[in-house]
Structures are given as structure tokens and as C-alpha cells.
């Protein structure tokens, strides 16, 4: 498929302009078990991937006004998803500055106002915000930054901790907006934070006893840059932003570039075009490098009791393995079990139905993938993947209006406080 700005691919070495999706229309194509000739029919014209992954079933596109004519012509079994993917993304609204909690000389300031969730952020603010829970929760936790990213940013986090100290149990690591464009992942993640600290401070009874019992270590945004891209130059920007020597696209798929089971035919591409390139071997992106390392010192201390890499979208909790659809976790029961669980109270919350199960069968094979090394390299008892609200493209996609973000927190704690309350 050509490359616009914002294509298929998500590819452009540099885009001139901020890429603007007006009057693109979005189509849901089934493709009868004929991807790959789906992807040729489709190479000519300039449209931009709105899926979430390698689902050959069908394809999620957003087709250029001055082609939908002629993909209109082509006949294929396709549904609208959307009239114009620029009136979408208006919906999600300007990003709102945030301004910093005040901490008067000797006081402890209170949380953040819960009219953070309110609105999308830029990543100077996500960190703002991790200080501003830090200087509520002042013994309790500590902002740490686990590295840089390729062009320099922080990959940062904040780690809480109970009453024995800093470093005293197993580990809890959830990761967030690996994926750019899911914008989405970042504030839901630091819902369950608030809700956490908050809980602690009021001494209800899941948040004491998993802080108390647990470190955690929550990163709401690991690759920084994509995410700055994606409000700067391109809203559905997918991967990091590393150029290759000899490739003209941009970017390597951090969640296809884990060094574990890395090349399977079928879970990734080798292609730099594609969303879901793993790059020229396994582990070469700088983030992961951060990621890794930093999984590793934490659950090396006193072992990791839960991994979790959140994502949108599909509504899906996924567990080991993608690489491979005959192969399950050796305490996948356990693990189903809980998960069951999980989605059940998530269902509670508005209704929402979260598939859950092994990632491959449930959805399709993935390799390189975080939920697979975590479980065998890091050890994770438990390692999970979200797929957050919506179901589909039809309802949303990546694009999603700021009302959904406390909606969606408040079904994700419903969820991870029957996991916190189950181990």
C-alpha cells in the first residue's frame, strides 16, 4: 500500500507536516483467508492501518480520500468503521496542560485532582503527574527513571511499597503505551495507581494488603517517544522511532523485539514497513534493553509475582503463549481461573465482555512478545497482556473521547482488585 503520512505502515522517515487523517473513511475488511493477496489488491492505494495487530481474519484501514473511490471499486467484502477518521479524532479534544500539585513548606500535598482523568496528556505531564502521587505518598514510594529511550527521554515509573520497606516482597511491573497511539493505556494504568495510594491512604482493604504484601513497579509510558510523535506529527503512530541503516521506514515494533522466540515465522514481520517489524535481531531497540534490564533487577530481588503489558484495544487478557498456539503456561489453570474472574468483574462494572485465555488461540500467534519472556526469562508467576476498551474499530479503535478514560479505569480496577484479592 502507498505510504501517506500515517500509512499503512506507519513508516515515513519524516513527514513535513502534522499528518492529518481529515476525511479519511475507515473499512472493516474480511479477508476470506486471503491476507497477503488482500495486502496486493490494497498496495497501491494510500491508507493507514486502525488494527491492533497480526489478525489475518481481517483488516481494520483508513482509506485516503483521494482513493476511496477506487477502494470502493475493488469490490472487497468491507464494512464502514467510520465516515471521516479526522472528525474521530477531533472528538478526543486538546490536550489539557496539567497543572503540578502545590506543596505548601512541611505539609504533605494531597492526590492529584481526579480531573487529571478528564482529558489526554502530553508526557511532560505523565511524569508531573508520578511526582505529584510521589509527594502525596512520600514514604511509600520513590519516581525512578529505569533509562532512556533512543532519543533521550525518560522511561520512568514510580514504585510503592507497605510497611516493611522498600524491596521487601515480590514485584508487581505493569507497563503501558508500548504501542504509541494507544492513548488510552497511560491513564487507565494511573487510575489504578490513584486507586492504589488513595486506598492505602484510607486504609481500605485490597489496597493495604497488596501494597503491603507487594512492590510495585508502574510505568504508564515505555516508549516515549512514539508517544510524543503521535501528538506532534502522527496521532496513530505504532512503534519507536529507530532508524535502520539501508531501510527508508522508520520504527521497530518494541512488542515484537523481546528476546525470547523472537524470529517465529507468522508472529512478527522482518519488513521495517510493518507495524509489527521485530527489528534486525532480538532485543535491539534501546527501550527494550531499559525494559528488560529493569524486569530483570526487580524481579531478581525476591521473585515476580505479576507482569502486566497493557494495551488497547479488543477488550482481551491475554496469557502465555503467543509464539505458539499447542503451548500453555505450566500454571495456565491458575492462571485462567483468575483471569475468569478478572473479566467477570470487569463485566460487572458496564457490561463490557473481556476474552480471556492463551494469546496465540485465543487470538493469533505473536512472537517476541512481552508476555512470553516475562513468564520464562523473568519468571513471572503470573504474565498477562490487555487489550483495553474498545471491542473494535467500529466502536473506536485507538480514538477514543476523553469520557471514556474514568469509565475505563473504574472497569480495570474492578478487575485488577479481584486479581490483587485472589493471588
Not at 507497605?162 to 521487601?168: E, I, L, S, T, V
Not at 519488513?271 to 524481579?299: F, I, K, Q, W
Request: proline share 5%.
Amino acid at each position: 500500500m502507498k505510504s501517506a503520512a500515517g500509512a499503512l505502515a506507519l513508516a515515513l522517515p519524516f513527514v513535513a507536516a502534522k499528518a492529518s487523517y481529515d476525511g479519511y473513511k475507515a473499512f472493516h475488511i474480511d479477508s476470506h483467508h486471503s491476507y497477503e493477496a488482500l495486502q496486493e489488491k490494497l498496495s497501491a492505494l494510500h491508507v493507514v492501518d486502525i488494527g491492533c495487530g497480526d489478525d489475518h481474519d481481517h483488516l481494520d484501514i483508513a482509506v485516503a480520500p483521494e482513493d476511496i473511490a477506487a477502494f470502493e471499486a475493488l469490490g472487497l467484502d468491507a464494512s464502514v468503521v467510520a465516515q471521516d477518521v479526522g472528525v474521530e479524532l477531533a472528538r478526543e479534544g486538546a490536550l489539557k496542560p496539567y497543572t503540578a500539585t502545590v506543596k505548601a513548606a512541611g505539609e504533605v500535598p494531597g492526590l492529584p485532582e481526579m480531573s487529571w482523568f478528564e482529558s489526554y496528556h502530553e508526557f511532560e505531564d505523565h511524569l508531573q503527574f508520578l511526582e505529584d502521587v510521589h509527594a502525596a505518598f512520600p514514604n511509600n514510594s520513590e519516581t525512578f527513571v529505569a533509562g532512556e529511550s533512543l532519543e533521550g527521554r525518560p522511561i520512568s515509573g514510580i514504585h510503592l511499597w507497605g510497611r516493611d520497606g522498600p524491596n521487601a516482597h515480590e514485584a508487581i511491573v505493569w507497563h503501558g503505551t508500548v504501542h504509541a497511539r494507544e492513548w488510552i493505556v497511560a491513564p487507565t494504568v494511573e487510575y489504578l495507581l490513584y486507586q492504589l495510594v488513595d486506598g492505602y491512604q484510607k486504609r481500605t482493604c485490597t489496597a493495604v494488603r497488596a501494597i503491603d504484601n507487594y512492590d510495585f513497579y508502574i510505568m504508564p509510558v515505555v516508549n516515549p517517544d512514539g508517544f510524543v510523535y503521535t501528538y506532534t506529527d502522527d496521532r496513530l503512530w505504532r512503534k519507536n522511532r529507530q532508524h535502520r541503516e539501508g531501510a527508508t521506514c522508520v520504527g521497530t515494533d518494541i512488542n515484537r523485539n523481546w528476546p525470547h522466540h523472537w524470529d517465529v515465522p507468522g508472529g512478527s514481520s522482518p519488513n521495517p514497513c510493518s507495524g509489527t517489524y521485530r527489528g534486525e535481531a532480538p532485543g535491539d531497540t534501546p527501550e527494550m534493553a531499559v525494559l528488560t534490564n529493569h524486569t530483570l533487577e526487580v524481579g531478581g530481588r525476591n521473585g515476580l509475582k505479576l507482569f502486566v503489558d497493557w494495551h488497547a484495544y479488543s477488550q482481551l487478557i491475554m496469557l502465555p503463549y503467543g509464539y505458539d498456539c499447542s503451548k500453555a503456561a505450566e500454571n495456565n489453570d491458575y492462571q485462567m481461573e483468575l483471569a475468569g474472574g478478572v473479566a467477570e468483574a470487569i463485566r460487572s462494572v458496564d457490561g463490557r465482555v473481556f476474552v480471556y485465555g492463551p494469546t496465540c488461540p485465543t487470538i493469533y500467534q505473536t512472537s517476541g512478545v512481552s508476555m512470553d519472556w516475562a513468564y520464562d526469562i523473568a519468571g513471572a508467576e503470573l504474565s498477562w497482556g490487555y487489550e483495553l476498551r474498545p471491542a473494535n474499530a467500529r466502536d473506536g479503535g485507538f480514538v477514543l473521547p476523553p469520557e471514556d478514560i474514568l469509565v475505563s479505569g473504574q472497569e480495570q480496577w474492578a478487575g485488577i482488585k479481584h486479581l490483587l484479592n485472589n493471588f
